[in-house]
């Protein structure tokens, strides 16, 4: 039998054995919902944490009704207890994610309200109050971006986008997203050289979509790549599949995070330390959008020597 | 006047900007910092009357940072407010474990009152000399 997950447990045969593996914190809380559903028929219906004897916990919902005697005197216990270990770790998530949405959502919120109380009290300094709109629209602009990544994943997730499939150049398309961060790159005197394959490259998809997955994995690589940094660009072919991959020598990623870098929400350990506005979205998106054209998106990375981003796309019949 | 001098750290550019014109235009002093290590040197530096501390900063985090100003003698007594978007509740205690003075959301603040909100930490810290209408 299979007491809570772990096989190798002799389940508690006494109360007082069960009681004791209640987890310490719990154990109170427990004790007073039994108390008053002893004395007041309120009726028991509690979530605790059980332990299983060597230091790990399982969560557990437990509804009781007390058997009484004649004189009203609870005699015995009877009831159910299930495993709810997965539903509060997956309630758990759920509430990690609207905690750091809310804060990713209010951050340029707050920045547009305080910039448009400035301007208001602005009214009579053009030059001032143009400086603290402009700065309330790109605000605005941020919770735009923000707001349409959260919707685009979601679309892609449930497979409800619209697409505009064509035969797409890579070489081109990977031209209008440098000449998108060239103000960024400029700022931080970063060189980008793009390496293309002498024969036409085309691959099928969608334009909007796969030049998106393209900018994610090109502004990365500019974020994570501090000032006077490099970046490469490649493209070719390999068999069947247009290669395109960007390649940087910026921060890297740690060898623990590589597994879960595609994932949602995941944020490698190390890029709090350069920025803090990231939702984890991007290279999620990145590989929602690629496997979608049938490809396949990898990555290899030295921590602190810098990353390499790969991605595969079937070619153009 | 306000004569009280204030150190402002946040990473975000435009929050601080708003910040310091907002309690700039209040009177006080204003010093800024973009990051937690910032903040440390900057508090170090100037010894400010309060200092506001946003929680989710790259290098040092808010935390990290109260923690280090609480445990430097030199910074110990200056009252530290928390300014941040998180309103998760283990923030929140574990900024007043570590001695925060107070805890303040932005998002539910006007810069106007984010101003009276400062001065009444600065009266109940006790460092008001000078500090009122003039």
């Known amino acids: 039998m299979d007491y809570f997950g772990t096989p190798n447990i002799t389940p508690p045969t006494t109360r007082r054995e069960y009681w004791s593996l209640i987890h310490p914190e719990d154990r109170p809380r427990i004790e007073q919902a039994l108390k008053d559903h002893f004395d007041t028929g309120k009726p028991f219906s509690e979530e605790y944490r059980i332990g299983d004897g060597t230091g790990s916990f399982a969560s557990v919902a437990d509804r009781a009704t007390a058997i009484r005697n004649q004189n009203g005197i609870p005699i015995r216990l009877i009831g159910a207890v299930s495993d709810i270990t997965e539903r509060k770790h997956a309630e758990q998530m759920k509430s990690d994610f609207v905690s750091f949405v809310t804060h990713q959502l209010r951050t340029p919120l707050s920045g547009v309200k305080w910039m448009l109380e400035l301007a208001m009290d602005t009214m009579d300094d053009p030059e001032e109050l143009k400086s603290f709109l402009q700065d309330a629209r790109t605000s605005t602009e941020r919770l735009i971006r923000l707001v349409n990544d959260l919707l685009d994943t979601s679309r892609l997730e449930r497979g409800k986008l619209q697409l505009t499939m064509q035969n797409l150049s890579l070489a081109e398309l990977t031209k209008e997203i440098v000449d998108e961060l060239s103000p960024l790159t400029l700022e931080k005197e970063q060189s980008i050289s793009i390496e293309t394959a002498p024969d036409l490259l085309q691959v099928y998809g969608d334009a909007q979509l796969l030049r998106q997955a393209l900018l994610n994995l090109l502004s990365n690589a500019v974020k994570y790549t501090p000032t006077g940094g490099s970046i490469q660009i490649q493209m070719g072919r390999a068999g069947d599949r247009a290669l395109w991959s960007v390649k940087d020598n910026g921060i890297g990623i740690p060898k623990a995070d590589m597994a879960k870098l595609f994932e949602k929400f995941y944020r490698a350990g190390n890029v709090l330390a350069v920025e803090t506005e990231g939702t984890g979205l991007g290279l999620y998106l990145v590989r929602l959008i690629v496997e979608r054209f049938g490809g396949k998106v990898w990555c290899e990375s030295t921590e602190g020597v810098g990353s390499k981003f790969l991605v595969a796309l079937p070619l153009a019949a | ?134």
């Open chain 2, 1 to 134: 006047m306000n004569e009280a001098r204030i150190l402002v750290i946040e990473d975000d550019k435009f929050l601080r900007k708003a910040c310091e014109v907002g309690l700039k235009k209040r009177g006080f002093t204003v010093f800024t910092a973009i990051d937690g290590e910032e903040g440390l040197q900057q508090a170090r530096a100037n010894i400010p009357d309060l200092i506001l501390l946003d929680l989710l900063m790259p290098k040092l985090s808010g935390l990290e940072t109260l923690e280090a100003l609480k445990k430097d003698e030199q910074t110990r007594g200056i009252p530290v407010v928390i300014l941040s978007n998180s309103s998760i509740d283990a923030d929140i205690q574990k900024a007043k474990a570590l001695g925060a003075a107070g805890y303040l959301v932005k998002a539910a603040l006007s810069l106007q009152q984010l101003g009276d909100r400062v001065i009444s930490y600065l009266e109940k810290a006790g460092q008001t000399a000078g500090i009122g209408p003039s």
